[in-house]
């Protein structure tokens, strides 16, 4: 199950990273490359945080060359139309959700504490699209006034953690987890649910 989980946040943070990269006209190495960073990006972050080696895509030498074939796939269809552009927001929901969840199992089977645990789970989910985003020139979604990110992987993430520690839910944690977050976030993007702003200093 940990495996499927995994290979489905590859592939599913990868088409969204694609996306991201047609909406700036990149050509393919641009789309290979942020298909790439978003898929592993947070990911290889946990890795280094967990000093877990290999890195995760390099243990897993399949994963980047299915990257590279849904890159290259995606780079000779047409661009996608307004209709169907707006529906991108579900592999990033899920991406999100999927990779929260295997960052909290893997943090929590190298030891750490719950909350390091959860703090794991969000930081896979979300840091390859920051890095995406920085890379395209954009200030990340997660520190400016968006709709809730990180909170929503972080919330489905202690939810992972919780129903691991009952014996009965553990078979059910991961689905349950991932479609928190997925909820959450879709939610959150369609009423705009944003956490509340600091005041600048004068």
Not at 5 to 29: K, P, Q, T, Y
Request: with cysteine.
């Amino acid at each position: 199950m940990d495996q499927i989980i995994e290979l489905l946040a590859v592939i599913a943070s990868a088409i969204f990273g694609v996306s991201l990269a047609r909406r700036h006209n990149m050509d393919f190495a641009g789309v290979f490359s942020m298909a790439l960073i978003v898929a592993f990006g947070g990911g290889s972050l946990r890795d280094i945080f967990l000093d877990r080696h290999p890195l995760f895509w390099i243990e897993k030498h399949h994963y980047p060359v299915i990257v590279f074939f849904l890159a290259l796939v995606t780079s000779v269809v047409p661009r996608f139309p307004k209709s169907i552009e707006k529906w991108l927001i579900i592999p990033d929901a899920l991406g999100l959700g999927l990779f929260s969840v295997a960052g909290t199992d893997a943090a929590l089977e190298s030891g750490t504490s719950f909350f390091v645990a959860a703090l794991m789970g969000a930081i896979t989910g979300t840091f390859g699209g920051v890095m995406a985003e920085v890379i395209c020139n954009q200030v990340p979604s997660l520190f400016r006034p968006a709709p809730m990110y990180a909170t929503c992987a972080f919330t489905g993430s202690w939810f992972y953690v919780l129903l691991q520690q009952w014996e009965p839910a553990r078979p059910i944690a991961g689905p349950v987890a991932i479609i928190v977050i997925v909820v959450f976030r879709l939610l959150a993007l369609r009423f705009q649910w944003i956490l509340p702003q600091t005041e600048a200093d004068e």
